[in-house]
């Protein structure tokens, strides 16, 4: 008996041709994998559409035979779901083989036009080879990852254009029904579109955010934004000693940005997030990953590398670095009044691996140095924990404190970077685990669930989420909420082809 | 990743190497985006994760391997992207470089394989054979149709015209002050094809106040056998290599200079090929530790003040994958371009390999042509007058996609201090550059807006 996958796979290979579908054992496998605790999810099969046209004809196709579809731009969103389906039996809708155009690129006005499958360093090598004046704003994840998808996903960097959301403008989407819709001044019914990668406010209401963490349609075409490339980057570091000061250093660090006195954002690293990607922890093998880090540990980790229980970075553009130089001793005056914090200048910091991270994600290059927190625990386990917290120094510090526990109870290592604008920092928590040690897994999983528990409990959500954890985040949402995205789902995607169960939404 | 290997299967060593490697890939995948023949085929038996699969299953079998999986092994380009992306850092190149050597010891190729390869690993590493059997080939043309198509294929590659040039062993004195005293690895198939490399290299490095030796008894890395996994071959000829510049030691030697990138990453790894063998792991590791890509010396002493005769053209880099992934040698060449005047442009995706690769593009003509093409249309995209790269590999793959002329780095720096013009520009009109070449660049011409 043909079944419904059979027949659908069939129709899509006659539809975009026999190239575009791929049901490989080892392809099924892999896709499936991911390194969140709650185990692989292996798909029914992956296509590879070309163009909006074959997107829309494979997500008709999922409407008349009732096959749900999982989009993915280029499958880097490691800690968050990797390739992963939302759930086993999912066909994978791989945008990233061959949407991966640069459709436009606008120097004048500042903004590119990219498929889901353009990669960060895709870009920012056209970039440099038009000339490099412009500037494009980066994760400090894989180079390779998609601009589109992070977006979509609200992921940040830390330049001024870090909002990769915010500094999106005008989409394509085909919906769950297989219509196209343009977002923004594209809605204009008309060929020649003037304004569609320039202006959010256009006629009609703001239909772009329902696209960002939800399966309301696949996102095809995207603008995004770009800044003119300064001359000079200079970047600044502070160390702070003790875990405490993490007070101290939100409340220095909040007028610097609420005043945009400093036009990045502030990276407020802990220790083990800098040293964590220098190397395997000492003391894993020590404990067989079921103790966190001693304090001695970390000391020796932070003398070894120069730092200290928390590290500040931020950065100023200008003409040249001796034009940065007052912004440099004013910024510096400030964190050292503290009398806690040393400094480290730009170019000493050019030369510690960890920091160098950070200069070049203030410099929008796409860099690999962050990566190796992912060895920080063996066996390829990793999820990360995002709530946010106000720029208030005695809630970021209760936070801390409180995350810090429990990771601690769980035998787990407080590895986080506190991402700081002008009112709320995103807190990019990394639990790194042995996926291969069923112990460490479960561990690593109820101390996700504990901290989401108690940080909510304090009136704090998280701003994404790995997909392991969509539906119980879903489930901690006012019903009001719940019930719109179910008509808008309804609405859209009434068969519900696209990606059910995607952020909880089913 | 878990392996399943026996007690007794690790025992061996080599074993035991793999399975160390094997258990560090977690599968995160970051790789399969980097590498080319999974980018083109999006077959995860193509990628490096799919390969490391397959090796552990052949290793833990033992005997001989299956012949799918020796299909998607050898399809392995070995340009290690993939180490570069690792977030995890696989030793990967020692573990490919393991898989090949069990394939050659316990698979038997159809006939016509074993022919070539084994043609491959006796001629190549002797430029005068190798010249030979080129001058042979173009003489035989009338009767390539004949052939069947791997053999065409791999005659095809022969270029239209060589410039050989067989260094003697000998000794080049420095130019005024003698500052460094150095080895140069003369080479196999460099000699063969350009001769114009070596006397560039050997002219830079004497006007730095380098004494440069030829040392007697030195000839091919080993490399092209290595990777062909004809290992004890590749350890014969790095003994040989070994011995000689040890010899050479004994005056003094302040450095072993490779201007063949993927020879230098061999020479640089000898410790590893020799770890295993008494007598031998010091001496290896010791030139190991001498070896420095040519780029990467001169960097280091400082160029001298470039004339002022060669003008700014515009010069499109290509990192060669053994400098930039294994070597990590990226940001020399470009500086010492720059320092010597040239406008260095950078190439798109220069993280993917050209098709190149040691023998790979005699062996995989299909995969190897397009990338090659690939890569000349980014390479294109710059808009350069000239290209300029670190490895007679890449210069001799790009040359069957590129219009424009493609130099050895070491050849633009002469010219620049001095020496005469390469060869390869003679007859190339080139385009006066822009007198403000620099004004190109984003941030400058921003200037006024910050």
Redesign the interface.
Known sequence: MVTVFETFFSEIATAIGADAV?R?E??L??YG?N?MPGGDRRPAGVV?PASTSDVQKVVRSANAHGVPLYPIS???N?GLG??SASSAGQVVL?LG?RMNHILELDERLGFAVVEPGV?Y??MY??L???????MLDVTSG?P?GGMLGNALDKGAGYTPYFDHFGFSCGMEVVLGNGEVMRTGDGSLNHERLVNWHTSKYSFGPILDGLFTQSNFGIVTRMGVWLL?????VQSFHFVFPEDDDLEEIIELARPMKMSNFVPSLFRVANDLYLCGSEGESPEYRLSNGRKSISDAGRRALQQKHGLGAWTLSGAF???SAA?IEPQIARVRDHFMKSGKASYIAHEVAARIPPLKVAINAFSGIPS?GE?????WR???GNIWFLPGTPMDGKIANEFQRLCRKIYEDHGLDYTVMNVCGARFARGLHVITFN??DPDERARADTCYRRMSEEVAKRGVFVGRAPLDYHDMHFAQTMPGFQQACAAIKKALDPKGVIAPGRYGIH | M?TNFTPSQLRDPRIAEANAILQ?C?????CT??CPTYVLT????ESP??RI?LIRAMLEKGGAPEPDTVRHLDNCLSCLSCM??C???VDYVHLIDRARAHIERNFRRPLGERLARTLLARVLPHPRAFGAAMALGRLTRPLWPLLPPRWRSMLDMIPPRVAPDVLAPQVFRAEGAVRKRVALLAGCVQQALNGDINAATIRLLRGHGCEVVIAAGSGCCGSLNLHMGREEEARAFARQNIRAWGRVRAGGLDGVIINASGCGTTVKDYSHLFAREPGMAQPAAEIAALARDVSEFLWLLGLRKPTARVPAYRVAYHDPCSMQHVQKVSEEPRALLRAAGFEV???????FCCGSAGTYNLLHPEMAKALGERKATHIR??DPDIVATGNIGCMTQLSYYLDRPIVHTVELLDWATGGPKPPALHGVTLREPAPAASA????????A??
């Open positions: 791929n490989s080892e392809t496998s892999r994998e390194t590879y280029t499958g880097s490691i990797s390739r791989d083989y990669s360093q895709a090598d056209e440099v080879r038009r000339g490099n004046k412009l894989p390779q003119p490339r300064p001359p000079a553009y200008g003409p034009a690999l990566l190796g927190l992912l060895k063996p066996g390829g996926r291969e | 878990q560090t977690v599968h995160y995948g970051f985006n980097t999006r077959d995860e038996n994760r799919g699969d570069t992306t977030a995890v850092k442009a950078d190439v798109p995706e220069r993280h995209s710059t190109k660049t984003g941030a400058a011409a921003s200037t807006i910050w």
